[in-house]
């Protein structure tokens, strides 16, 4: 093991949270045919533990999910199967979605138990797409089992990717020992510019200004930290030093990019600076202001009430719209229509996003989410009934959202036949769809329909969700006024299971043990435990004052 190896596995040691493990690990296991006659079968302990990791996994992932409406569409002659999921390590890897558990055990079981194998670029994909979803800590062991593990040779851009996942699982400062560890033949431009990122995501601008300060000194700037630092600066609204770092970078002669011309366009933007958004247009190379640069112009016109002038911006973004971007980009030109009030200009674009972008879920969630934020039902629904017809995976969240629009309107027959419909149809509701519904019968004074709810989507939860607990504070107002104590105690116990409970959620329990004349001494014990001392709102409860 190498010094430097040795050196970030002491930082991560100190982390509690490490996803590394030296002992016998649960094995995730593949839930596609098995390989080949000749590949030696597992020990009986690790299939013994595979059980246990499927157990332990929620029924939910984004695998199970997949092969579950795969065979609904199959199930239904209206829409094409699917084609089968080839056995792939990504898929692996991507079943494993606890965080708190190892994902070496999928991998050596992959690559050394089955002896499939493993290419470095594919590894790297795994790992993007890892960040992609927000599992900083799995990316992190992957990119350290690409090097420690396969001994695939660890580059300046596996080094300036790695930087980033350390500081998102351990900090920054073990980010910073990891990158002092590094020999100087690793450390190129692109780990500078990782390290100066990593500083300026975390707020530390004397740092950054430091390690800016001894780039310039080394020769090796570019666009990218002049970038980093004048986005550090508009955080901290030092409008001034923008300008100042923009001017320094012409000086140098380092030409600016799409992202320096973005943040001038959200400096001059926020200070409705109309001469300067001109000057900086006719300024930049057309080429490098993209689909956002023209789309934050036609937010200015727009809200400057110079609407030929937004609509022409408006076109210049979609020119510039690729089949790479297109999904982001109509999305977001749909809801910044929709927030302006353009209602004939998000019928426009939907149009023309139907026309170049392939029919897919998002697309449709982007759609009815921006009808329902203009308050339009009518259209929600129609948008909704034609993704159903065209749909080749289902997806409950689309549901969910015209769940949402109907609860917000008042409109709880249509919202509990639409979950009824959905339950007709063999799909199975998330708890949050029940949550949402009683959210809605709460909203519509029909509480003890509302609490029904509230419980079902409690009973029905899986791993990872938190749910508010708004429904569940009212669910115990009904109880104090029934004086149901046990009631009270087992909704209270349902969210325990998958969050700590609210103060309020305490004085919720309180008020009912108060109201049925039941003493508190062993509820205030629990309180205390949990962290909450009594404060004037618990004795005011306990004199029987709140009722």
Known sequence: MTPKTKLVLQCLRRCPKTPFCRKAHLTAQSPFPKPSAHTPPPAPNRRSARATMHRLLP??????????????????????????????????????????????????????????PVEKHDLQDIIKKLVLRRRFSHALELSLWMTDRRHFPLSPGDVAYRLELITKVHGLQSAVAYFGGLSVQLKKPQCYGSLLKCYAEAKSVEEAEKLFAEMQKMGIMSSYPYNVMMKLYLEFGQVERVRTMYKAMEESGIKPDVFTVDTLLKMYAAAEDLNRVEELLEKSDPKILSWHSHASVARLFMKAGLQGRALQAIEESEKRISPKNGRVAYGFLLSMCADLGMSSEVDRIWNAYKSKVPACNSMYMCRISVLLKMNDIDGAEKAFREWESRYVHHDIRLTNLLLNGYCANGLMEKAEALVDEAIAKGRTPYANTWYKLAGGFFKDGQVAKAVDLTRKALASATFGWEPDQTNVIMSLEHFTEQKNVKAAEEIASQLRSLVPLAREVYHGLLKTYVHAGQPVSDLLDRMNKDGFEANEETDRIIAGICR
Do not use: K, N
């Not at 579950?68 to 199959?74: C, F, G, K, Q």
């Not at 080839?86 to 002896?115: F, H, K, M, N, S």
């Open 59 to 116: 029924p939910r992932v984004g695998l199970l999910r997949r092969l579950s409406t795969a065979a609904e569409a199959a199930a239904s002659p209206s829409h094409p199967s699917p084609r089968p999921l080839a056995d792939t390590l990504y898929y692996r890897v991507a079943a494993a979605v606890i965080p708190r558990l190892p994902l070496t055990p999928v991998l050596e079981q992959w690559a050394v138990a089955e002896g499939r």
